[in-house]
């Protein structure tokens, strides 16, 4: 029988078992003192030196056994080499050295398919995308301070920002189906984080910080329209819906680490410090993506072809030959395509307005400390997460069991408008509650505005297929108007007012109970030919 013993003499090595004093039948073989190499060499190597003693009446059944080593390359082993040693001489006569070599594979996801890994660093260009978006709403607070702004001037600013991100949302998809979504997308991310740790040099000079935040909005508009290209062209069919899920999930998660990172390092370190160290993230995942992406294949292998309709990359000539032939005559003359369009205005009317203001809203109406207004601003997008899975399987359970698809979609976009609505009313309304009940209703009416993800959002894919990206183009163009225009009024409401009611909340209040009335009475998810109608 061999006896086993293990010491380990590399401290960097992981620690494993003690295996002493244990029997293993599988080492009873007179060989010669030989190195078994079980894997292919990569970096790290992790060996046994296993000696074996075995009486003479044991050779004959070792024989039998040899038949496991088959296959296996054997070396002779130096003494000085030996990670783990055993003594056999307890056990028998003849003794020997073998040291096996068992290796790993670092790091964890080399051996990911191609497809995961850029799925993966997609997602985190959201993450950092949302942080970047979110961390002057922190950050204006003690900028408003030290520069001597008001609030008219702190809206102008945060607005800008929704300027660049209105103006690239067609160009960013037309610039994804020439160059695809993988270019488009780094060169977007290099764009605004750079324009990021640009924030601190030109706060006080205000046009350039004013054309600073532009270009922080160009880069991440272009974003949406490349992530969809990359989606599109890397993953298959049925992986597609958990890819759209787990790349554009980001953008609630970005928005909570945004808010609960900004507090402490503007505490600590100083407003500026989150522009550099959130523009710095930025810029180093530009650096990793060209790692990830070095070896990603151009165009989809055979298994995963391109639909018959799916345009490939295309060049300027074919691109503008391309625009010409989109019905864009037709969609517009569509009464649900102008409810698509309304809807989009109102939703992202209360949403970007809450976004930008709900912490200076906490922090000077409700009275809470900046970490304290940071961490209740987080609230809305984390109960997000939430809400929407609980809203796609609402949605899909009515659709599988024969409901109507229009039906479908104007009950999930109503709840997505009155929710808000209803909330706000009960905020605004002076009925004497403490501040944690107000955050309280404030996060479950914005919350449950998810429930647009499962209306809104779907009926582009429902009435056309063919021009879905299109249409969300469209609507999206036109619901980042609201981040330009309510932003900066909210500001200017309220320096002239000097009400939250009337300036926050009023507006949204008119847009969301507008919005539901336009989408119940125009919107339909009954595919179009929209070809035919222009």
Known sequence: MAKLTVRADNNNLPH??????????IFNTSLRPQRLNLFLAQKHNLKFRVSCSITERQKKEAEEKRIILNGL???????????????????????????????????????????????????LAFVICNMDKVNLSIAIIPMSHQFGWNSSVAGLVQSSFFWGYALSQLPGGWLSKIFGGSRVLEVGVLVWSLATMLVPYLAGFMPALI????????????????????????????ERSRAVSFVFGGLSFGSVTGLLLAPPLI????????????????????????????????????SMSWPPSFPR?????????????????????????????YAHFCGSWGHYTCLSWLPTYFSEELNLNLTEAAWVS??????????????????DSLISKGVDTSLVRKICQTIAF?????????????????????????????????????????????????????????????????????????????????????SLFAPSIFFYLTGTIVWLAFASSKPQSFSEGD
């Open 418 to 502: 009155l929710s808000p609505a209803t909330c706000m009313i009960l905020s605004s309304v002076d009925f004497g509650l403490p501040p944690w009940e107000v955050v309280t209703i404030l996060t479950g009416g914005l919350a449950l505005s998810s429930f647009a993800l499962s209306g809104l959002y779907c009926t582009h894919q429902d009435i056309s297929p063919e021009y879905a990206s299109i249409l969300l183009g469209i609507t999206n163009t036109v619901g980042a108007v609201p981040g330009i225009i309510g932003v900066a009024l909210t500001g200017f409401l309220l320096d002239s007012t000097h009400s939250w009611s009337i």
């Open 267 to 302: 505490q600590n370190y100083g407003w500026e410090s989150v522009f550099y160290l959130f523009g710095f993230l930025g810029i180093a995942w530009f650096s990793g993506f060209q790692l990830v992406k070095e070896d990603r294949p151009w165009s989809l292998p055979e």
């Open 16 to 25: 494993f078992p003690h295996y002493g004093n244990h029997k293993v039948s």
């Open 378 to 395: 987080v609230g809305p997008p984390l109960a997000s997460i939430v809400v929407t899975s609980i809203a796609s399987q609402f949605a």
């Open 73 to 123: 390359k054997v070396n002779e082993l130096g003494k000085n080499e030996a990670l783990i040693s055993t003594c056999g001489d307890e056990l028998g006569t003849e003794s020997g050295d073998k040291e096996v070599g068992f290796e790993w594979k670092w790091p964890p996801w080399k051996n990911l398919p191609q497809r995961y890994k850029l799925i993966g660093t997609t997602s």
């Open 313 to 341: 990359n295309k060049s300027l000539g074919e691109l503008n030959t391309s625009l010409k032939d989109v019905p864009w005559k037709a969609f517009f003359r569509s009464k649900a395509v102008w409810a698509m369009i």
């Open 211 to 238: 054309f600073s935040r532009i270009l922080v909005g160009i880069g991440e508009g272009v974003s949406p329209s490349a992530a969809t290209d990359l989606i599109a062209r890397t993953i298959p069919l049925e």
